[in-house]
């Protein structure tokens, strides 16, 4: 069996919404141009494990008219468009991803791990993990892998760090043209979209309060500052919360948060930012949510424990009763709700994430046998080629430096 999806008469319906993401990935497409007359991935067995939506179709799309062959499965029970499944499906993808595949998340891994990959791409580091863990056999075939997200890009240089990172990887999270944009507006938006569609409920005048002011969390901030709510923020670095104040945001721990919050959302890529202690503090009625990679930012074993009852109230929102007759809604089981309760990020923004993550394998190609089992960023050629298409395809020309100003930037006399 080359695929397992929920229903491949859905492809159809698949073909539509990728092609909807199409036309909105620009750069995605025209290094897909590019690469149906150049084929640098001839021959690259790929196995992906990423969220399965139509963005992602126009990523695995575009590397297999590269010439690579791919298994792809989902990096989260949660996230899978089954639409966009089948229709890869039906394109010749091995796909096996299905929406709440929870009990068989892991086999679907180990299913794509069966195409043998020279190349790894992961979300959250999953795929390494399992081949550093359970298949080491895997590990002479493979020439490289590459990381769309912080989570994972953290996890793969603690093991550079302990010196058991057996093969090169690209942290595509630390391109400045995927942080800057995906983490930022991407997630910003899709948070509050997730938010939205899962609850229906009016932000203006809300606390929302948000745990972590790295790029996610200040996209986050941002957006739900345009939507009218009183934004708190909690941290634990000193330089992000100072920056978190400054930038004009309510700045408290999250134990004084947890009185006065209505809607708190996680994007800390840390466990337990929200625990029972901090949940025993909620005003009834909190809404609880998370949009970092692991659904373990929010204690939900307490909230399973210490609850009389529960009961989903709408799609993706579930109510607590806790002991004290306090309700507490948790959305989308506590994982990623962009991705569990709406579309993930906007094609716009994943357009310039992909086209990293394309031209980071065919640099890994290119660069075979060349590097080190560490971690590498996205060479700046490359960031900034992606810059230069998004910003053709948008319509922006910008100024050059002349020779003069080219001159006086590389000298150190010329002063007051
Ligand atoms: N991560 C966040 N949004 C995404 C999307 N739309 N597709 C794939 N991965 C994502």
């Known amino acids: 069996m080359d695929y397992k999806v929920k229903d491949i008469k859905l492809a159809d319906e698949g073909d539509r919404l990728i092609e909807w993401a199409e036309q909105h990935m620009p750069v995605l497409m025209s290094i897909r141009r590019d690469f149906e007359k150049s084929k640098p991935l001839r021959g ?21 008219a590269g010439g690579a062959k791919i298994a792809l499965t989902g990096s989260n029970p949660l996230s899978t468009n089954d639409a966009v499944a089948a229709s890869l499906a039906k394109h010749g993808i091995h796909v096996f ?31 390494i993990t399992t081949i550093h863990t359970k298949h ?113 945001f309510e700045v408290m ?51 399973e424990k210490n609850s009389k009852g529960k009961r989903e109230v709408r799609k993706s929102v579930v109510e607590y009763r806790l002991k004290d007759g306090r309700k507490i809604y948790l959305l989308a089981e506590g994982r990623l709700v962009n991705l569990a309760a709406a579309e993930g990020h ?19 190609i290119e660069m075979k046998g060349k590097l080190e089992n560490k971690v590498y960023v996205v060479p700046d050629k490359i960031d900034r080629e992606i810059a230069r298409r998004k910003l053709k395809s948008m319509g922006i020309k910008i100024d050059r430096l002349t020779k003069e100003q080219k001159e006086y930037l590389r000298g150190w006399k010329e002063g007051t």
């Open 136 to 248: 080491t056999e895997l590990l002479k075939n493979v020439v490289g892998g590459t990381e769309e997200t912080t989570t994972g890009v953290h996890r793969q240089r603690a093991m550079e760090k302990n010196g058991i990172l057996k093969y090169p990887v690209v942290a595509v999270n630390d391109a400045m043209t995927k942080f800057l944009f995906d983490n930022r507006y991407g997630t910003g938006q899709s948070t509050i979209d997730g938010i939205l569609r899962a609850t229906s409920l009016l932000l203006a005048g809300k606390k929302f309060v948000v745990a972590g002011y790295g790029w996610c969390g200040r996209g986050l901030a941002m957006r739900a500052r345009g939507m009218g709510a009183h934004v708190i923020v909690t941290e634990v670095d000193e330089i992000r919360a100072l920056e978190a104040a400054m930038d004009g």
């Open 253 to 303: 721990r999250m134990r004084d948060a947890a009185k006065i919050g209505d809607i708190f959302v996680t994007v800390t890529g840390d466990k337990h930012v929200i625990d029972g202690r901090v949940m025993e503090k909620m005003k009834d009625g909190a809404i609880v949510a998370n949009s970092g990679h692991f659904d373990n930012e929010i204690d939900v074993e307490w909230l």
């Open 44 to 64: 690259v067995r790929i196995a992906a494990c990423l969220h399965v939506t139509k963005e992602t179709a126009v990523l695995i799309k575009t590397l297999k």
């Open 97 to 127: 991803a299905w929406r709440e595949n929870h009990d068989k998340y892991y086999w679907c891994i180990e299913e794509a791990l069966k195409i043998k990959p020279h190349i790894t791409m992961d979300d959250g580091g999953d795929l």
């Open 346 to 364: 906007s094609p716009e923004v994943m357009d310039m994430s992909f086209a990293n993550q394309a031209l980071s394998v065919k640099w890994l």
